[in-house]
């Protein structure tokens, strides 16, 4: 056995598991220990125009709204129990460790863009709603729907899926937005309502989000977002245009498979 292995094997059981996965949820954060105040976070399932929604928010001259950082795979991890004694004697733990880096993470993008106002939005998001919480207790939620056949269309677009799995992968986003919209208080607005009238759309965001409207929000283009690429966000001629583009019919209900149906009708999209 190799001096690394036999190191690690003498380790508490505690502290093995932390080397191997994310830190456990922690508590509230201290006083002082966030930079950030009152980040607003877009809950959606993939392909349901949150980039469209994030370049949007960004051309206001008051609100930054980065590409997708995935926050959910950024975590801090300690390798030896020296350290795990040392944080302990500070009152830290590798998962407060992780809200820090966190926290710096988007104030560094919100000083860098000279704004006030940080919206972050990633798809992943829905699956670390209560460490979003518990890093920020202050953090504002945004719910954007879309209607769930759009979205498996839309996704079958970008890559080779199998129809039942990218159906069943859609549903686990959406449930996830719908958990997180039915115990959460927040703003509910829809991709086809974004698409077909931006700017009753972003005067409603910009009410929930304590700006001015500004006119200017639905020339996205006149703006820099960063990048349009794979991995940070959608990235399609539609998107790059520069102009919205009117949402396409919405599909038959005898289009809905029995599997979307319940959601579907949770969002308004189908009778209930």
């Known amino acids: ?3 690394k292995r036999r190191v690690n094997a003498a380790l508490p059981a505690t502290v093995r598991d932390r080397l191997a996965s994310p830190p456990p949820r922690t508590g509230p954060p201290v006083t002082g220990d966030r930079l950030l105040t009152a980040p607003a976070f877009v809950l959606s399932s993939v392909r349901s125009g949150s980039t469209l929604l994030r370049v949007l928010l960004n051309t206001h001259s008051q609100i930054h709204a ?3 950082l995935h926050l959910r795979n950024i975590w801090v991890r300690t390798r030896h129990h020296n350290t795990e004694w040392a944080l302990h004697e500070m009152d830290l733990d590798p998962a407060q460790l992780t809200y820090l880096l966190w926290d710096r993470l988007l104030h560094r993008q919100l000083e860098r863009s000279g704004k006030r106002i940080l919206v972050n939005k990633t798809p992943s998001d829905v699956f670390i709603v209560d460490r979003i919480r518990e890093c920020w207790p202050d953090a504002r939620f945004i719910f954007l729907l879309r209607h769930p056949v759009a979205i498996v269309r839309s996704r079958a677009k970008v890559g080779t899926f199998d129809a039942d799995a990218n159906a069943a992968r859609v549903l686990r986003y959406c449930e996830a937005v719908e958990k997180a919209r039915t115990s959460l208080e927040g703003l509910t607005v829809r991709y086809e309502d974004v698409a077909s009238d931006p700017a009753a759309e972003t005067k409603r965001l910009c ?3 304590g700006v001015a ?6 020339e996205y283009g006149e703006g820099d977002h960063g990048r349009f690429r794979r991995g940070i966000g959608d990235w399609n001629d539609k998107l790059k245009s520069g102009q ?3 949402p396409p019919p919405p599909p038959p209900e005898s289009d809905v498979p029995p599997l979307l149906r319940p959601i579907a009708a949770a969002w308004g999209y189908l009778p209930t």
């Open 213 to 218: 409207w500004e006119p200017g929000m639905v």
């Open 66 to 68: 980065p590409h997708e």
């Open 1 to 3: 056995m190799s001096l």
């Open 244 to 246: 919205v583009q009117p």
């Open 207 to 209: 009410e929930f989000l």
